[in-house]
């Protein structure tokens, strides 16, 4: 018998439960009132002094956004469970300006959540193929995927919602009206990229792929200018053909150097601890922004 076999079936069952209330950063009364119990009984299931019933546990699960059966599964098979990254909240720049009526707290559960889609694909991955995920798919499809998965993250944690109706913008917010078109990148500190080109507000994520998902490395937020108006924030790159497969690019657009000035100005969230942006270059018409990563202090 081994330690996780000594601890009794409720009690193991309720740090289940604890522990996935806790990677989607909800309160106990939070997650009491979704499930319709007190929070006094929710304390008690998870510390294994109340008895529950199927009942109550199915509503638990619902509100955690998580299956019965694999909530009882990590709870009957594993020791330890294993917890998704939560990003690093002294790494946010909470002084730079965000879009429509995005808040710090909102941002980072929806980088919370990307980070722990991930990680839960990749363990059952891992669990039923023994590969990750990212090892199936190519690099720019994944980081397709990784901003459509965090677009999706705004969607469920924001006042930014998807734009059902036009390709351009990704998201809208729902009080403001403000648009965001989002990209998502591997490479630390990269501009934007765009099959438009367009006027308004962008986000460029960057990430590093780990051995259990994803890891957020850097934030950027900026409002562009369009490939066509003055003073663009926009080249145009064409759509070229591969001379290898033959295949054809669509029509692409990157940020030039005053576009992605903007962006790493705007850098919400910066690992100071991985990414070294002192050289990077820069072009701006203006003065450097107070709160730039540039800025002197």
């Known amino acids: 018998m081994n330690n996780t076999d000594a601890i009794p079936i409720p ?4 740090k289940a439960i604890r522990y996935c ?30 008895n529950f019933t199927i009942g109550v546990l199915e509503r638990l699960a ?25 990003v690093n909240r002294s790494f ?18 929806a ?7 991930f990680h839960y694909i990749n363990k059952n991955m891992i669990e039923e193929v023994g590969r990750p995920l990212q090892r199936l798919i190519q690099g720019n499809n994944f980081s ?14 924001t006042s930014f919602k998807h734009n059902h109706h036009q390709k351009y913008p990704d998201l809208i917010c729902s009080s403001t009206k403000t648009g965001l078109e989002v990209k998502a990148t591997i490479q630390i500190g990269k501009g934007g990229e765009s099959h438009n080109g367009h006027s308004g507000w962008h986000t460029v994520v960057c990430f590093e792929v780990t051995d259990t998902g994803i890891e957020f490395l850097h934030v950027m937020f900026a409002v562009l200018n369009g490939h066509n108006a003055n003073n663009p924030d926009w080249k145009y790159v064409g759509s ?33 601890e991985k990414v070294a942006f002192a050289r990077w ?17």
């Open 11 to 14: 009690l193991r069952i309720g």
């Open 21 to 50: 209330r806790e990677s989607r950063n909800l309160t106990l009364e939070q997650l009491a009132s979704k499930a319709g119990i007190t929070y006094q009984y929710l304390s008690g299931v998870e510390n294994g002094r109340e």
């Open 62 to 86: 619902v509100a955690l956004e998580v299956k019965l059966y694999k909530l009882v599964e990590h709870a009957l098979t594993a020791s330890t469970l294993s917890a998704p990254p939560m």
């Open 92 to 109: 946010f720049r909470e002084s730079v300006p965000l879009p429509g009526a995005l808040t710090y707290i909102d941002l980072a559960l």
């Open 111 to 117: 980088m919370d959540r990307t980070q722990a889609i």
């Open 144 to 157: 397709g995927l990784v901003s459509n998965i965090f677009s999706d993250a705004m969607d469920q944690r």
């Open 240 to 272: 070229k053909v591969n001379e290898e497969t033959g295949s054809r690019r669509t029509e692409t657009y990157h940020t030039n150097l005053r576009g992605t000035t903007k962006l790493r100005d705007g850098s919400a969230f910066l690992n100071y």
């Open 281 to 297: 270059r820069q072009e701006r018409s203006g003065v450097v922004p107070c709160y730039s990563i540039f800025a002197k202090s």
